[in-house]
């Protein structure tokens, strides 16, 4: 007779409209009550970090920043820290991760993976047990969804629509992260700091594993710009990095230690 198994915790699922994209939560285990005020607090958090760091708001706080009507000290606290966590990926990437777009003061790439980031350790330290936040298709995991059951996350095929290029398992970690920069869905929307034009390269998709969504965000935005040759190897002198890319001519290439990633 088979022994019985342990039920997972019970899920607490919630999808909402915020930065310009969907951002859903998959919370497990936790004393409910704990877990739905501190779900409401998450939410509340993106909707103020969308209202001080959005461009495209003429009154946030990271618009007038840049056109010099407040000082860094006069913004949330939020801010400095956002501008000083961007001011380490620009050096960590040799400047490949940039704020400055045409003169214009944009710390969008890496606002979203650190405050789905955040968001996914607020509900962990309110209890859950398991937490995946899916900030549009970049995701934060921490904890696991049942006993001897990892978080696992599919990374779509740019070529195939429909189709996965890839199964990254969560198992034997308590954190990860997985974020994909690419032209399949958006286009050529990132950009070539040195050039200030959108970034002429042979990838189609950079996909980013690594225990934080914070870099994993930028790391994929700052590899694609690069160009698969250069990046396969910058990504690999990143400890606990690794990572997936995709060419326009499909060819795929990791990084030597995805496979124990797969599955």
Request: aromatic content about 4%.
């Amino acid at each position: 007779m088979a022994e019985p198994t342990e039920a997972p915790p019970a899920a607490v699922r919630h999808a909402e409209e915020v930065m310009g994209t969907v951002v859903s939560f998959d919370i497990r285990g936790g004393e409910p009550k704990a877990v739905r005020t501190a779900l409401e607090e998450a939410i509340a958090q993106l909707h103020t970090v969308d209202a001080v760091f959005s461009t495209y708001r003429e009154d946030s706080q990271i618009s007038r920043l840049g056109r010099g009507e407040l000082t860094v000290d006069a913004c949330d606290p939020e801010v400095a820290e956002v501008l000083e966590l961007c001011a380490q990926a620009e050096r960590l990437s040799e400047g490949w991760f940039s704020t400055e777009y045409a003169g214009v003061l944009d710390p969008t790439g890496l606002v979203k993976g650190w405050s789905v980031e955040r968001v996914a350790r607020h509900l962990l330290a309110a209890g859950a047990t398991g937490v995946s936040v899916n900030g549009g298709g970049d995701v934060q995991l921490c904890g696991t969804p049942g006993p001897q059951r990892p978080w696992r996350v599919g990374v779509s095929d740019p070529l195939r629509p429909g189709s996965l290029a890839a199964v990254v398992s969560a198992a034997g970690a308590d954190e990860l992260a997985i974020a994909t920069s690419g032209s399949a869905e958006r286009g050529t929307h990132i950009v070539d700091p040195s050039t200030g034009r959108s970034a002429v390269t042979d990838l189609v998709a950079v996909t980013v594993v690594g225990p934080r969504l914070t870099w994993a965000d930028a790391w994929a935005t700052a590899a694609f710009a690069m160009g698969s040759r250069q990046a396969l190897g910058w990504l690999e002198s990143l400890p606990g990095i690794e990572a997936l890319l995709i060419t326009a001519g499909d060819e795929v290439r990791c990084t030597g230690g995805l496979a124990a990633r797969l599955g």
